[in-house]
Structure formats: C-alpha cells, structure tokens
C-alpha cells in the first residue's frame, strides 16, 4: 500500500522541514511536488533541495506539471501562454482561449524542457495530472452545453486534414471527436516516452467524467499506453456532486465504478493503480464522506496506492480550503496509518 499527498504553495526549505516531518506523522510515504512555470523559471535548484530532502526523509517524490500550458490540473497560473499567444487553442468559432496547443510542436518542445527540470529536481515519477483540451467550465456549469470545442487552431486543421482527407468541420462530428481524443494520447504518448528516456516514471490521472465536448483521453485506452507505469484517477464524489447533482451517481456506484475500472486496467496491464481522495472544498459535516467512506470504498474495490489533495486540507489556499482543514488533515493521518497498518 503506498500513501501520498499533494504539496504546494511554499518554496522556503526551512519550513517545508517542518512540513515533511507533519507529512510522515501523517503515515504519507510520497509527496507530490507541484512544480509550475515559475519553479522552472525561478525555483529550480530551490525544487532540487526540496526533493533531495523528501528523498533523505525516506518518501518518493512525484512531480506534478501544476497547470502548466492551462492544460493539467492546477490553479497555477502559465506564462507560456502570454509568451506564445500563436501556441494558443483556438474554438470552433474562431476565438483564442488560454489553453496550449497539445498539438502545437512549441508547446511540445516546452514540455520537453520542463520534463529536463523534473528530471534535474531528482523526481522519480512525473504524474501527469488531469490532462485535457480547453473546457468551457463556466458555461457547462451554467447547463448550456452547446458551446463552441477546441482545438481549431490552424495546427489542428492541418494536421485533422492530413488525417481525414477532408477540411476540420466546425461541428463536433464523430470524426472530430476521435482527433480530440487521438491529440490527447498522442500527446501524452509523446511526453510520457521522453519521462521515460529521463529515467522518469509516469504517473497519469484521468479526470472521471466521460464527455465528449470535454476533450478529455479516452480512459480505457489512456491507461493502456505503454509508457504510462502508474494509472488512476480522482472521483471527488463531494465536489462533482455539489457541482451537479443530476449528473452525478450516488457515493458508493461513482467512487466504487471508477476504481474497478482503474484496477482491472492495471491489473490487466501490469500497471500500478492510483486513487485520490478530496482534502480541498470539502464542506463541515462532509469530512467522514469525503476521505474516510471514499477510502473505505477504493480499498473494497482493490485499490492499492491513495493519495489526498492536498497538504493539511489546504488550510493555506483561501479558496480551496476545507471548512475544518485540521479535521481533515487529522483524518487523513488517522486513516492513511490504518491503511500501512494493515499491507
């Protein structure tokens, strides 16, 4: 059984020491790093020291691309983007949005570059966190869901006619949705295989909704790529539900469904699973839910590796914070050594 938490938010060496030791208190046996545009500009032999240290604590270090290019997982912002608006996704109607071009080969050439900083850290898995096209949050939120889809850039274009023998319709036909979901795997293909010729490990997580007008990599196939060692995802039953309810099954179908199929992927595969639990906007009274049924379920259902997002509840990020951050950090501790207990 392996333990891990996310960790975020602080670059000064002294006090991440003092974390690390509340993070082992805390029965984690990995931390996942998030290592943004700005680490890679500003702090990268500060990450160094930071993972150098994770590593004499006796705990595996999992560098995480925080919303890098604005199309991993993350509320960090990307300075790529500003620097390169012709990299940029471009709608179905003909608009920019802040989302790299998974397509786009300057792009491409960045990720290669931050993997080289992964790699120079000392990282022993880079965990490619929710990897997606642009999505239109606000207004599928807003239950209009005929909204324009990317990517239409000119790259794409190119590229889908190449493919297809025919110009990109504006529409979101089959065809259109099998490129998305191919500029997805191929995209991961290609930074996963340079991972690995750093001497890397992958890790992939894959968002749990299945939409196509979300852009998302097909889950199955996604976790079958050969480059890919460790697969998983992350059912924050609390917070989809919140989100929408009508869509959303009940706890134990939604948590236990999604990990099934992750395990039999895995297993199947001969990869290592990944589960994760919501430690972030979790509401007072939904703390037990949230960590210790999810946990429950994802070890019934034979899930092996749980990691928590994030540190202490993430008590320091204002809006991000759990309403009782230290009650979720105290459960997380108290179920992560029940779960290292019992291996």
């Known amino acids: 059984m392996k333990t891990g938490v996310s960790y975020f938010g602080n670059r000064f060496l002294k006090h991440f020491l003092r974390d690390l030791e509340?993070?082992?208190?805390?029965?984690?046996?990995?931390?996942?790093?998030?290592?943004?545009?700005?680490?890679?500009?500003?702090?990268?032999?500060?990450?160094?020291?930071?993972?150098?240290?994770?590593?004499?604590?006796?705990?595996?270090?999992?560098?995480d691309p925080w919303g890098v290019g604005g199309v991993f997982g993350g509320e960090a912002q990307s300075g790529f983007l500003g620097r390169h608006p012709e990299a940029l996704q471009v709608t179905s109607d003909g608009r920019q949005v802040p989302a790299a071009c998974l397509n786009n080969p300057q792009f491409r050439q960045f990720m290669h570059e931050w993997i080289d900083g992964a790699a120079y850290i000392g990282g022993d898995v880079v965990f490619w966190d929710e990897p997606h096209l642009y999505i239109p949050w606000e207004q599928l939120l807003a239950g209009h869901f005929d909204v324009p889809w990317a990517?239409?850039?000119?790259?794409?274009?190119?590229?889908?006619?190449?493919?297809?023998?025919?110009?990109?319709?504006?529409?979101l036909t089959e065809e259109v949705q099998t490129f998305r979901q191919k500029t997805c795997l191929d995209f991961l293909r290609d930074v996963s295989s340079y991972a690995k010729e750093k001497g890397l490990r992958n890790a992939l997580c894959v968002l749990p909704v299945e939409i196509p007008l979300l852009g998302l990599p097909p889950f199955e196939e996604a976790g079958e790529l050969e480059t890919v060692d460790i697969f998983g995802t992350d059912p924050y039953w609390v917070l989809f539900?919140?989100?929408?309810?009508?869509?959303?099954?009940?706890?134990?179908?939604?948590?236990?469904?999604?990990?099934?199929r992750v395990v039999e992927i895995c297993r199947r595969t001969g990869k290592e699973d990944?589960?994760?639990?919501?430690?972030?906007?979790?509401?007072?009274?939904?703390?037990?839910?949230?960590?210790?049924?999810?946990?429950?379920?994802?070890?019934?259902?034979?899930?092996?590796?749980?990691?928590?997002?994030?540190?202490?509840?993430c008590g320091h990020m204002s809006s991000r914070a759990c309403a009782r951050p230290e009650l979720v950090w105290?459960?997380?501790?108290?179920?992560?050594?029940?779960?290292l207990r019992a291996k």
Not at 330 to 339: A, D, Q, S, Y
């Open 22 to 63: 509340d993070i082992k208190a805390h029965n984690c046996t990995y931390i996942v790093h998030c290592f943004e545009e700005n680490d890679l500009l500003y702090y990268l032999d500060t990450m160094k020291e930071i993972v150098a240290a994770t590593h004499e604590a006796g705990l595996e270090a999992w560098i």
């Open 151 to 171: 990517c239409r850039c000119p790259v794409c274009q190119e590229k889908f006619a190449a493919e297809y023998g025919h110009p990109m319709p504006a529409e």
């Open 241 to 260: 539900y919140s989100l929408a309810p009508q869509l959303v099954p009940p706890l134990e179908e939604f948590v236990g469904g999604y990990v099934r």
């Open 274 to 313: 990944n589960i994760w639990v919501q430690a972030f906007s979790v509401p007072e009274g939904l703390e037990e839910t949230a960590i210790t049924e999810c946990i429950r379920i994802a070890v019934a259902n034979g899930a092996t590796n749980i990691a928590a997002w994030g540190y202490a509840g």
């Open 330 to 339: 105290e459960i997380i501790g108290r179920e992560f050594g029940k779960l």
